[in-house]
């Protein structure tokens, strides 16, 4: 996963900040995303070797090998 895909572009505090998706590098949006923890999706759900976004719910039965 990208950070774009896990970054909340709904948040009030991502419009705070009038952060452009479309002239910031990946290291400045992780940045952002670690000093405002606030802009990331959760939960996030992981295995060994793959991670889910848990919302909505039924995304995290991918984890699951049947």
Do not use: C, H, Q
Request: proline fraction near 8%.
């Amino acid at each position: 996963m990208s950070p774009l895909d896990i970054v909340r572009k709904g948040e009030s505090r991502f419009k705070e900040l009038a952060i452009s998706l479309e002239n910031i590098s990946e290291e400045e949006l992780i940045t952002l995303m670690v000093k405002n923890p606030i802009l990331i999706e959760r939960p996030i759900i992981f295995d060994e070797n793959r991670a889910v976004i848990g919302r909505p719910p039924e995304n995290t039965l991918n984890l699951i090998d049947f």
